[in-house]
């Protein structure tokens, strides 16, 4: 098994590409080593001192790490966990997890806006977003502005916020005219 890595734009994350399918569906984020106890994956990754949190799309593993560690320290360990992961044939996520971040449910009478800013996220935003290893979902529009989570690379990305005001907020003002403006959400 050969696993290749890339660097994301936020220098505290580095992108696995293992070469097979990570999550056949969705993406999951897990911001902390509790979290990432849903997968056994993510429970062996945390295990490599210096990793502060684990983000699943596809084909990759986003890694992020604490700024007082090196890539060129942890990077080998981190290869050598997601290599005996998939050469252990477990799954990648825990039976009772289920993992993939959908888009919440919004009904009313924005519900034509939020289909459209949906629509946009998914065939313009996410598929760029996830070629710097991280994924962003939409959590809400109210009055104008939409709001917006960003996860892997893209949290804590030192260029997330341009992202979000030059890049998808100038996208969606555009395309929809109702949309005014653009916020991050913590989750």
Known sequence: MFIQTESTPNPATLKFL????????????????????????????????????????NDFVTVTKSDDVQWDHIKPAILGAVMEHYQSGQPVMGADSAGASGHAEHSGEDADIVNQIKDLLDSRVRPAVAQDGGDITFHGFDRGVVYLHMQGACAGCPSSTLTLKMGIENLLRHYIPEVTEVRPVAV
Do not use: C, H, M, Y
């Not at 070469?19 to 295990?47: C, H, M, N, W, Y």
């Open 18 to 57: 293992p070469g097979q399918t990570v999550l056949e569906a969705g993406t999951a984020d897990f911001p902390t080593a509790e979290a990432g106890e849903k997968s056994p994956l993510a429970k062996r990754i945390f295990a490599v001192n210096g990793v502060t949190g684990v983000f699943f799309g």
